[in-house]
């Protein structure tokens, strides 16, 4: 499924449409999506530098790690950042965010000793403008795929940070931004859902086409922590996780995949998901005032019950006409009509059934309650 | 866009619809309904077309002028915007006057993708059904439970009420000429106040009072959605809804708002859900899913369901349609 979602963001997206854009989310129970968003951003670099992949380059806009922390994992993985900045730009929103550390430096107070990366594009030091962390967006971009049809990617590590210093209506309206300029291959951005409100959350679903969730395989049984067993379920839940994919496909269906994901010093692996692991659909079907599922045991009794033109064959007495009892009998007969056309044979009705047998007595007489 | 569909068809699974006419009618005649795009309804109340044949059905009749209509969106599929595609269709092809509202930078682009009317091949197998159906001798009793299938059968192309629309075609050019198409996007403003004043102007056109009655159309997409600045602000938007149905009631025209339930905290979506007149949901469905494949026929064919919550009252306490009904879209 890593692998579907990588095929699908390096498609891109088609033209006149929205780009495909990607959320990975998890929780503190389970905190392994910047390893989901690691794998990804090399899966996409490895698709560009061998040209199989719609988009040029990748912008990324760290907010979260810093620049040499991707420096690093890129060389790790064997892409070639120092002499190559031609397929990757990255904006550095980590270093100095709000234009702190630079006005210190201008005042003289400190010095600054930071060294930089090469991989770094540019400063951004007003995370707050958002419009402006568009256009430098848009401008890197174009640096990597030029003024024509190329497209890149955009990465943003941690919209969690953002929304830490911007509203959700600017991070909304910039994701929209992204996914509809022109030149936006695909979008793919990482949230910490419990860090937020909601509705937070939901908007930013809102904006996705493909939601990455890392939920934790075990739960503890209760709440408390200080069972040996609920630690270690819980050290299990920093190493191994569950992976669920929700897509929303353009007819307006919604796909939904998991896989097992697990983490160790190599990096991320992922394995389709164990059997134990049941997915309990959500029923759709509209709550009825009369129950419309049956139950095992329902089905069982239903499959055991012998309906009356399966039995009359089986050596039973058969059963008197009476006039109530008509329909057991119509529904014989008719049936065996039915099976015995091809041998020539008497086919009589009763129309006897209509008549009332005893009119002037009533039926009821006969139940004895 | 869909490729794999081309009218939206719509099933009822649930309960059958059985449209219950009260023993007083209006003498109305049928010939008197001079204007193609609207129909005569019960208790004084006309109809203009959803552009869905099937929704006109479930509906009644269609929408009724001075109704405010509100589809709640599911986050996950884009229905709705099957809804407002063809609502907007029908209205260009009757020339009815029409606002369109969306948080896009630009909102015109949604109109190239308008279905376009669908040119039906069997015209001519249905003038030979009406001509067989001559040479029957319907006794006088059963000619009334005639007089609607005859009504629906005159197809005549553009004075049909409501028109199959083929998805997989642009609406013609000619039918966006003309000044009577407004598209306006709310991504920037701050508030609501100069849209409203838009729709406020552009209601004034079709009033209540006006002896020659056009039918207006407001369509509004994703009213609550997050890239607009007022999105937060949602008594700012309850108070546009509601004075907005206000304006509504007092004229001749539909309003559509698409708004998502689960982008706005509950009190104030169940708020949004009371101020509408009729309400309608659409919701995603599983791909690949066994459950619902076993349960549900035709499941390969569906792309969503759709929900009626609420149909509209006006002049009236009793619906003659049942409310409460979930169908499918293919």
Known sequence: MAEWICRTLRDGGLEGEHAPALIIKDTIRCPLSSFVFDHVLSQLSSFILSNKS????????????????????????????????????????????????????ESGSILNRDPGSSITTSLCKNVRD???????????????????KGRFVVAIDSVSEMLRHTTVSSVAALLSNLRSHDQVSCLFWLLHSDLHETRATAALEYMSSMQASVEPMALPANGQIGNSMNLSLMEQNFRRGKFCVRVKRRNGRVRMMFEELCVDISGIKFAPVSSEDNVIAQSLVPKVQFNLQLSEKELNDRAKVVLPFEHQDNGKTTQIYDGRKSLNEGETEIHEKVNSSGKGEIIYFRDSDDEMPDSDEDPDDDLDI | MFDEMRIVKIYIHMAAIRP???????????????????????????FLSSGIQDLDKILGGGFTLGSLVMVMEDPEAPHHMLLLRNFMSQGLVHHQPLIYASPAKDPRGFLGTLPSVMVSKDDKSRAHESEQEKGLRIAWQYKKYFGEQNSDSQRDGKSEYCC???????????????????????????????????????LSQTPR????????????????SPQCEFSDKEWDMLSFVRSLKSLVRLSNSVAIITFPPSLVSPAFSKRLQHLADTLVSVKAIPDEDKELAKLLTGYQDMVGLLSMHKVARINTQVLNVSSDLTSSLK
């Open chain 1, 54 to 105: 719609q988009s040029k380059g990748i912008v990324l806009v760290a907010l979260s790690r810093s620049p040499l922390y991707y420096q690093q994992f890129l060389k790790s993985k064997g892409y070639d950042v120092v002499d190559s900045p031609c397929w990757i730009k990255v904006l550095d929103c980590y270093s100095d965010p709000l234009g702190w550390k630079s006005k210190l430096v």
């Open chain 1, 130 to 148: 958002l419009d402006n962390l568009f256009s430098s967006i848009i401008e890197s971009g174009k640096e990597l795929a030029g003024d024509g």
């Open chain 2, 20 to 46: 219950r006419s009260s023993s007083f009618s209006r003498s109305t005649s049928v010939a008197s309904n001079a204007v193609p795009g609207l129909k005569h309804g019960p208790n004084g109340t006309m």
């Open chain 2, 164 to 202: 199959d629309f083929d998805l997989r075609k642009p609406l013609e050019r000619h039918f966006f000429t003309g000044k009577h198409i407004d598209c306006i996007t709310l991504k920037d403003s701050a508030d609501l106040t100069t849209f409203h004043d838009r729709c406020s102007s552009f």
């Open chain 2, 209 to 224: 009072t006006d002896g020659n009655v056009i039918g207006g159309r407001i369509a509004i997409q994703s009213l609550c």
